[in-house]
């Protein structure tokens, strides 16, 4: 109990803090925070669905690179559902590989995105936003997306979704419709993702390919391992990731990727944090 009220102030703190600091400290929280929203999405997906995908990236890079195109585009936002859920045609256990290979052919398609002689491997400008605002906006959003997940989780109907998660054939036969279920939780997860995608392009005001690399597809899942697979942890974990990239790639490169493969092998011992009911 003491950790988890510890782990949550420690969140608040890191939320509130920014809005007083400089603003390369600003648009580092920003950059966490934003990718906080993204693991919390990824983390509905996977905890309350049973669906481990390892190519979030893919809801996260196709609106932020609609943003960035034509912020009109962002109607057509919702449709990134219906790019990643298809791939559940392969089960729950192929689910994960096939969501990572579809990511990495989006990375290799997306340099060859050319839009009135902008794009390619340069990316797209995409709209700024005041920092200051977008960072409120993010929290906001952040706030909002926790408390919409935990609604839903406790809900009557999040337990239907639960119950599909556990047994789909069982829970067939006491009349419960799988298909609507998965539906609902693909699209909340993929709004999400979706959102935080729209702003982290407006945060840094450009959109390139590297939004569907494998630093993207494989980062919710690397911070939900350090957090356990839960909400207040997992936070903090997109917090940990961020900054220890930022600060230690100027002297150990591409450092992140030394933070994944601790993850993954951290992964193997932690086979129940994905289904642990707590939110901390």
């Given amino acids: 109990m003491l950790v988890s009220i510890a782990i949550r102030i420690l969140v608040l703190v890191l939320l509130i803090l920014p809005v007083f600091l400089d603003c390369y400290t600003k648009l580092l929280a920003a950059s ?4 906080a929203i993204f693991t919390v999405s990824w ?3 996977e905890k309350d669905l049973g669906w481990a995908s390892l190519g979030h990236s893919i809801p996260f890079g196709v609106s932020a690179y609609l943003f960035a195109i034509n912020p009109l585009l962002l109607f057509f936002s919702p449709l990134t559902t219906f790019l990643l859920f298809p791939l559940s045609i392969f089960g729950k256990h192929t689910f994960p590989f096939a969501s990572f290979v579809f990511s ?3 990375w290799y ?3 060859h995105i050319v839009f009135e002689g902008k794009g390619g491997e340069e990316g797209f400008r995409a709209p700024s936003i005041n920092l200051d605002l977008i960072y409120l906006i993010s929290v906001t959003i952040l706030i909002l997306s926790c408390l919409l997940i935990w609604k839903i989780s406790n809900s009557y109907f999040g337990l239907k979704v639960k119950a599909v998660r556990d047994d789909e054939i069982a829970a067939k036969a006491i009349g419960i419709n799988s298909l609507p279920f998965k539906v609902f939780g693909f699209a909340i997860s993929c709004s999400l993702a979706s959102i935080a995608g729209i702003l982290h392009a407006a945060i840094f005001g450009h959109v390139s390919p590297g939004v569907f ?3 993207f597809s494989l980062f919710p899942f690397v911070a939900a391992t350090i957090g356990q697979g839960k909400i207040w942890s997992s936070i903090l974990g997109s917090y940990t990731v961020v900054f220890l990239s930022w600060f230690l790639s100027p002297y150990v490169p591409e ?3 030394a933070i994944y493969a601790v993850a993954l092998i951290l992964a193997s011992y932690t086979q129940s944090y994905a289904r642990s009911d707590r939110s901390v």
């Fill in 104 to 106: 990495v052919f989006l």
């Fill in 255 to 257: 450092f992140h990727y």
């Fill in 213 to 215: 690399s494998p630093y």
């Fill in 109 to 111: 398609l997306a340099h």
């Fill in 32 to 35: 966490a925070l934003t990718l």
């Fill in 43 to 45: 983390l509905y997906l």
